[in-house]
C-alpha cells in the first residue's frame, strides 16, 4: 500500500516562573480561549494517492474494485488528518480543520438581485487573513430536507455541524465564472440566482449547469457532538439499526450501546465497570440519550476533539436551539465539541468520489453496516484509527446493476428528516443538488438516478449545482421573470 508522506510543523512554546524566598506562589490563572485567530488553511499535499487519475479512479469502478475505493478513502482520512502546523487555542489543527467554513466562502450577500454590483469586493483569500474561528457550528442541512419537501420539526439537538472547503474548492467557489449574461461569482447567492434566472429559454434541462469544480476541490461536512470538562458524558456508539429502539430511523437517541466518556481518562474503550454504570444516570445526557442499556467507557482522546471558547461555546448551543425534550447537555466555555462523523467528497472523478466516516471505537458494528475498519492502515494514529467508513463511487454496488449502493452516514442520514436515510447513498443525494426556488430530493433509493435528465430532478427551472449542495443552498433564487443581465 503506497503511503502519503507529510512534513508537519510544530511549536513548543516553554515558561518558567521563580518564586521568591518566602513568597506564596500566585493563583494560577484561568485559561485562555480565543475566539478567533488567524489561521492559514493548508492545502493537502500533492503525492501519488492524491489526487489519482480519474481513469485510475474509473478503473476502480468499473471493475468493482471495492479493497482499491476504501484504500483510496483511508489514505485521504490519513492524509487530512495530518498536523497543519497551524494552532489554535494551543492545538495543531489537522489540515482539514484549518481550511475555509462557509462563512469565509459564502459571506452574506445584499438584499435584492440587483444589489450584486454593490457587494463588497472582497475575495476569500482576503477573508481566511481575518482572525476566524475554524468551528462556526450549525444545525446539519440534511435536518431540513423532510419528506417530500415538508420540513420536520424533528432533529437530534444534539448534533452540530458546518461545511469546510480545500483552498482549491473555495478559490473556484469565489472566482469570476462565465455563463449567459455573467460572469458570475458562485460565492454570491445572488449570482446564482441571476445565472439560474438568465439561461436562454432554448437551453435543455441538462445543459443548464455551473461550471465544474477543479480536480483538487474537496468539500467536507464535519459533525460535532459535546463532551462536558468535567464528569462522565454519555456519548451514544452506532450499533446498526438492530441497536437502536427505532430501526426505521436509529437516530443517535436511540442507540441502545454508549460510551461513558471521561475528560480525563486514557487508554482504550472498554466495557464500563459497575461503579461506571451506577454513575451513568448522573452523566452529562443522561436524560437526553435515555435508550442507553449497554455501557463502555472510553477517554476523550478516543476523538478528535477541540476545547471550545465561550463563543463557540454559544454557537454550538445556538445550532441546537430550540432544544428537543428532554433537552441535551449545554455547552460551556472549556467543554469539548468532539469529532462525531465527517461527509468527504473530492472532485477526483466528474461524479465527484464519496466517502463517509463516523466514531466507532473498537470493533466494527454487526455485518459491517453500513461500513468497517476494513482496509484501515496501520499507520493511522489515534484518535483517526477510531472513526469506520463507508464509500459510495456509484449508485450501483456494480456498473450499470440494479443492486443499489448503500452508504449513509450513522450521525446524519439516520434522522426523521432523511426520506429512507439508512438505504441512501451519498451520489444519488448530491447528484440531484440544483440551484431552485425549492430543489428535489429523493424520497427513495430503489434505482439509480439518471444524471442529468430525470426530469424529477432537473429541469428548465433549475441548475444543476455540480454535486454542491452548499453552493445550491447558498443562491438566492426568486420567482423567475424577465432575463437581468449581470452588472459588470
Not at 472 to 478: C, E, F, H, L, S
Request: charged share 10%.
Amino acid at each position: 500500500m503506497r503511503k502519503i508522506a507529510f512534513a508537519a510543523a510544530a511549536a513548543v512554546v516553554l515558561g518558567a516562573g521563580l518564586w521568591g524566598c518566602g513568597k506564596a506562589p500566585e493563583a494560577s490563572k484561568p485559561e485562555v480561549l480565543l475566539d478567533a485567530a488567524v489561521i492559514t488553511p493548508v492545502p493537502l499535499p500533492t503525492t501519488a494517492d492524491y489526487p489519482v487519475a480519474q481513469a485510475t479512479i474509473q478503473g476502480w469502478i468499473n471493475t468493482s474494485n471495492t479493497a482499491a475505493i476504501r484504500n483510496h478513502a483511508w489514505q485521504l482520512w490519513q492524509a487530512m488528518s495530518q498536523p497543519s502546523g497551524q494552532v489554535f487555542n494551543g492545538q495543531d489543527l489537522p489540515i482539514w480543520d484549518t481550511w475555509a467554513g462557509s462563512a469565509e466562502v459564502f459571506p452574506p450577500a445584499p438584499t435584492g438581485l440587483q444589489a450584486t454590483a454593490t457587494a463588497p469586493k472582497t475575495t476569500v483569500a482576503d477573508r481566511v487573513k481575518a482572525p476566524r474561528s475554524p468551528h462556526q457550528f450549525i444545525s446539519p442541512n440534511q435536518f431540513h430536507h423532510g419528506r417530500g419537501g415538508i420540513p420536520s420539526p424533528q432533529f437530534d439537538g444534539a448534533i452540530t455541524a458546518f461545511n469546510k472547503f480545500s483552498p482549491e474548492a473555495a478559490a473556484f467557489i469565489d472566482s469570476s465564472q462565465p455563463g449567459p449574461g455573467g460572469p458570475y461569482t458562485y460565492s454570491n447567492g445572488n449570482d446564482l440566482g441571476l445565472l439560474n434566472q438568465n439561461w436562454p429559454t432554448t437551453t435543455p434541462a441538462q445543459n443548464r449547469t455551473i461550471n465544474a469544480f477543479p480536480t483538487r476541490g474537496i468539500e467536507l461536512k464535519p459533525v460535532f457532538g459535546l463532551v462536558k470538562a468535567t464528569g462522565l458524558t454519555i456519548q451514544p456508539l452506532w450499533q446498526g439499526p438492530g441497536g437502536s429502539t427505532n430501526a426505521t430511523n436509529p437516530m443517535p437517541p436511540t442507540w441502545t450501546t454508549c460510551v461513558l466518556i471521561d475528560p480525563n481518562g486514557k487508554g482504550a474503550v472498554r466495557p464500563a465497570t459497575k461503579e461506571e454504570i451506577a454513575q451513568a444516570p448522573n452523566a452529562a445526557g443522561a436524560a437526553y440519550f435515555s435508550a442507553c442499556k449497554t455501557f463502555l467507557w472510553g477517554p476523550l482522546s478516543s476523538f478528535y476533539a477541540v476545547k471550545l471558547s465561550a463563543a463557540e461555546a454559544a454557537a454550538f448551543n445556538a445550532a441546537n436551539a430550540p432544544p428537543p425534550t428532554p433537552a441535551p447537555p449545554l455547552a460551556a466555555k472549556g467543554d469539548y465539541a468532539v469529532l462525531q462523523a465527517m461527509h468527504v467528497n473530492t472532485k477526483e472523478i466528474p461524479f465527484w468520489t464519496w466517502q463517509t466516516f463516523w466514531w466507532q471505537p473498537g470493533g466494527d458494528t454487526p455485518n459491517g453496516f453500513p461500513g468497517s475498519k476494513q482496509g484501515q492502515p496501520s499507520s493511522l494514529k489515534t484518535p483517526w484509527n477510531n472513526y469506520a467508513s463507508c464509500t459510495a463511487y456509484d449508485q450501483t454496488t456494480t456498473p450499470g446493476g440494479s443492486t443499489m449502493t448503500v452508504c449513509f452516514n450513522p450521525y446524519l442520514e439516520t434522522s426523521t428528516n432523511i426520506p429512507a436515510g439508512i438505504t441512501s447513498n451519498c451520489m444519488s443525494c448530491h447528484g440531484v443538488a440544483v440551484i431552485a426556488a425549492n430543489a428535489p430530493y429523493p424520497l427513495a433509493y430503489t434505482a439509480p438516478i439518471s444524471f442529468f435528465t430525470d426530469k424529477t430532478y432537473f429541469t428548465t427551472s433549475n441548475t444543476q449545482a455540480d454535486f454542491s449542495w452548499a453552493v445550491a443552498g447558498a443562491a438566492v433564487v426568486p420567482p423567475k421573470t424577465s432575463t437581468t443581465t449581470k452588472s459588470k
